[in-house]
């Protein structure tokens, strides 16, 4: 069974930062994306960041950040966790944030689109303050 358990969420003020984890298990297969999305009340969930994970669960590319975080949040692998650090947090950051698993993708890039995804975390809130 796969299961991807988020954390690290919390209440920070602008400017702030944290690190998300995503604890990754079950999941047999050697090469996958996982991504990082979020989602806001009323809004659509959006890509935030994604990687592709090889053999041995370690990052062999894909990695795709949305523009609206490009320089400031960094995804990143470390065996069966994969994190999103977030700096420089401002309030529209706010929003529940999930880790997600698929099994489309390649080296070059994986796809920022929920839809692609079909293992999903239960998620971590998020809340930036001004």
């Known amino acids: 069974q796969v299961q991807l358990v988020e954390s690290g969420g919390g209440s920070v003020q602008t400017g702030g930062s944290l690190r998300l984890s995503c604890a990754v298990s079950?999941?047999?297969?050697?090469?996958?994306?996982i991504g990082w999305f979020r989602q806001s009340p009323g809004k659509a969930r959006e890509g935030v960041a994604t990687?592709?994970?090889?053999?041995?669960?370690?990052?062999?590319?894909g990695i795709v950040y949305a523009d609206s975080v490009n320089g400031r949040f960094t995804i990143s692998q470390d065996k069966n966790t994969v994190y999103l650090q977030m700096n420089s947090l401002k309030p529209e950051d706010t929003a529940m944030y999930y880790c997600?698993?698929?099994?489309?993708?390649?080296?070059?890039?994986?796809?920022?689109?929920?839809?692609?995804?079909?293992?999903w975390g239960q998620g971590t809130q998020v809340t930036v303050s001004s």
């Open positions: 997600a698993l698929s099994g489309i993708g390649s080296s070059y890039s994986c796809p920022l689109t929920s839809g692609y995804y079909n293992y």
């Open positions: 079950g999941y047999t297969h050697s090469y996958k994306c």
């Open positions: 990687i592709y994970s090889g053999i041995y669960n370690t990052v062999i590319g």
